[in-house]
Every structure is written in structure tokens, then in C-alpha cells.
T-cell receptor, first 112, second 115 residues
């Protein structure tokens, strides 16, 4: 049973517009949520994170929103750039250990 | 600062053969992780080390997979014997500590194909 779900396998956005990537989770014990970006033939790269005591975290063009009651988080990228085209993974961790539970990823394509 | 190094980058073997992967984490990082990423899936944790001790290996198929981290630095992951379903990218990651929410740094991965 998947504890972290990314229900959209792909997303296509025009350059300059907003990209919204969604993630749902089932385990209420998760304390931290992280987004990773992955280019082909490379390992995932950390993008932004949020702890469960917050509902928003912003870093430049990237903002993550957390809705604990709905067990839902989203990553907003504004404005989207062609270099943002990659696979985005939502991940969660909790308890006493740092191991991450990943979703299946969403492939973002930003068209010029 | 050098990133996480992994080798080899690609490996093709026949089923029932053995294979080993090597990982060198970022200097000073106490925690090391091995993940398995099957095509179309997110990475799945196989084993987590804190220095040279195992913290979590609950999802490691211990009948065929083994891992060690000698001297708390480099690590090797071995599969013996390999099965077709082991075809995946094996990712090594490291972090300063193993606390939840701490950023993990990933290596480029080793793509294993079992024929």
C-alpha cells in the first residue's frame, strides 16, 4: 500500500506560467515532507522541504503548501522555466529515523 | 565539495550471477542509505547505516542482498544471486545525520540490468 501518492504521472506547462505538483499521503505520523527533482541519468536533488508544524515554505520560485487535515501537499513553481523540466518526487519521513518514503514521481515539461 | 560517488554507472549481468556496487559518501556524513528505484517507481529504501552500524534493513531481501559499511565511510551493496526483478537503478545517498527531514544527497546511481 502506497503511503505517498503522486497521482499525476505527467504535467505540461507553458514557460512563465505556474506549475502545481500535487502529493497525498496516508500516514499521519509523517513529520517532514521533501521535494526532490531528478534529471535523466542523475540522482535526485533536494529542492525544498516543510515540517508538519508549518503550512507553507517558500524558497525563491518554489513554494510548498501543506494541508494536514487533507493529508495533501503541493509544490508551486512560479514562473516555470524550461530548465525546470524534470521528474519531481514527493517524499515523507517521520518517527525516529530519516529514511524517506517516496511517491512515484510527476514528470514536468515546461514548453518555451 | 565532492558529491556522493558511485560505481559502476551501468552493469549488465545474467540471472543467478553476482554483482557488487560501491558508494563513497560526502566526507563527514555519518548516515548512508541505499535505495532501489525500479522503472516508473520512486526510490525505495533498502538499508540505512549510521556510521558503520545498521539502523534499518527491514526492506532488504536478506536472502540475496547484503551490504556493509566498513570504517563508517565507503559502502558496498551486493546481490547474490541476481534475479530478473532486481533490474533497477541503485541509488546511494548520504546525510550529515539520520534525523527525519534532514536533506539527503544522492549519487548518480548504478543502473543494473539482469537478463
Amino acid at each position: 500500500d502506497q503511503q505517498v501518492k503522486q497521482n499525476s504521472p505527467s504535467l505540461s506547462v507553458q514557460e512563465g506560467r505556474i506549475s502545481i505538483l500535487n502529493c497525498d499521503y496516508t500516514n499521519s505520523m509523517f513529520d517532514y515532507f521533501l521535494w526532490y527533482k531528478k534529471y535523466p541519468a542523475e540522482g535526485p536533488t533536494f529542492l525544498i522541504s516543510i515540517s508538519s508544524i508549518k503550512d507553507k515554505n517558500e524558497d525563491g520560485r518554489f513554494t510548498v503548501f501543506l494541508n494536514k487535515s487533507a493529508k495533501h501537499l503541493s509544490l508551486h513553481i512560479v514562473p516555470s522555466q524550461p530548465g525546470d523540466s524534470a521528474v519531481y518526487f514527493c517524499a515523507a519521513s517521520g518517527g525516529s529515523q530519516g529514511n524517506l518514503i517516496f511517491g512515484k514521481g510527476t514528470k514536468l515539461s515546461v514548453k518555451p | 565539495e565532492a558529491g556522493v560517488a558511485q560505481s559502476p554507472r551501468y552493469k549488465i549481468i545474467e540471472k543467478r550471477q553476482s554483482v557488487a556496487f560501491w558508494c563513497n559518501p560526502i566526507s563527514g556524513h555519518a548516515t548512508l542509505y541505499w535505495y532501489q528505484q525500479i522503472l516508473g517507481q520512486g526510490p525505495k529504501l533498502l538499508i540505512q547505516f549510521q556510521n558503520n552500524g545498521v539502523v534499518d534493513d527491514s526492506q532488504l531481501p536478506k536472502d540475496r542482498f547484503s551490504a556493509e559499511r566498513l570504517k563508517g565511510v565507503d559502502s558496498t551493496l551486493k546481490i547474490q544471486p541476481a534475479k530478473l526483478e532486481d533490474s533497477a537503478v541503485y541509488l546511494c545517498a548520504s546525510s550529515v545525520v539520520g534525523d527525519p527531514g534532514i536533506e539527503q544527497y544522492f549519487g548518480p546511481g548504478t543502473r543494473l540490468t539482469v537478463t
